[in-house]
């Protein structure tokens, strides 16, 4: 069950509940790992298999869809705020209002990684379990139990669904925010350089 271990070790112990239950899977397939022998393939619990499997899909599509929201009003605010900071003048400075959304975007972007990573991690488990699934039971369902998660849970498979699209937008986000920074920079600069010829003048 390595794979088992490694899925809760890298994910948040807050979203665990919502992971695939690949470890539950694992012991309806093969029993207690304290046991000498695994379980008779003839007596696998298809149904109590399916059961974890269903709850599994269920569990990661309520994750996805609450932290989709989530995603979507956190970059509209961003958005918003990058739209605003055009409209300022002056040289920017360390506490300015640009470098604050700067390290918002920062940390918005750490934490789509996270999730990203999650989502990711759960596909891996969906096949991962499937495979072992078959080769327990001698049945080949594999492939069209993963063709029915592409089109049920798009998002594991897709690049995040709109999860992977509001990191896209983010890092775009971050382009049109270092602009605004450079022009303001060098608004600045010119307002400084023009100041002191005056007084030069003067």
């Known amino acids: 069950m390595k794979f088992g271990n490694t899925l809760y070790e890298k994910i948040s112990e807050e979203w665990h509940s919502y992971a695939v239950d690949y470890r539950g899977m694992t012991l309806v397939l093969e029993g207690d790992s ?3 022998q695994k379980i008779d393939p003839a007596r696998i619990n298809h149904e109590e298999f399916y059961r974890r499997y269903d709850g599994s899909k269920k569990g990661i599509k309520m994750f996805y869809l ?5 995603a979507l009003d956190q970059t509209t605010e961003l958005m ?5 900071l055009r409209l300022e003048v002056g040289e920017p400075t360390e506490m300015s209002s640009e ?7 920062e940390s918005f972007g750490s934490e789509l990684d996270l999730l990203l990573g999650f989502l ?3 596909h891996t488990g969906f096949s991962k379990i499937l495979k072992k699934f078959d080769k327990r039971t001698g049945l080949a369902t594999r492939d069209a139990k993963l063709k029915e998660l592409r089109l049920s849970h798009s998002f594991l498979s897709g690049g995040g669904g ?7 937008q983010l890092e775009g986000l971050a382009v049109r925010l270092d602009r605004i920074i450079a022009r303001r920079t060098n608004e600045g600069k010119k307002k400084k350089k023009n100041s ?6 003067d």
């Open 80 to 84: 918003q705020r990058v739209d605003d």
């Open 196 to 201: 002191k010829n005056r007084y030069i003048f």
């Open 66 to 70: 609450s932290k989709r929201q989530w």
């Open 99 to 105: 470098l604050e959304v700067r390290r918002a975007i």
């Open 162 to 168: 709109d999860i992977g699209m509001a990191k896209e």
């Open 120 to 122: 990711e991690l759960n």
């Open 34 to 36: 304290s046991q000498m």
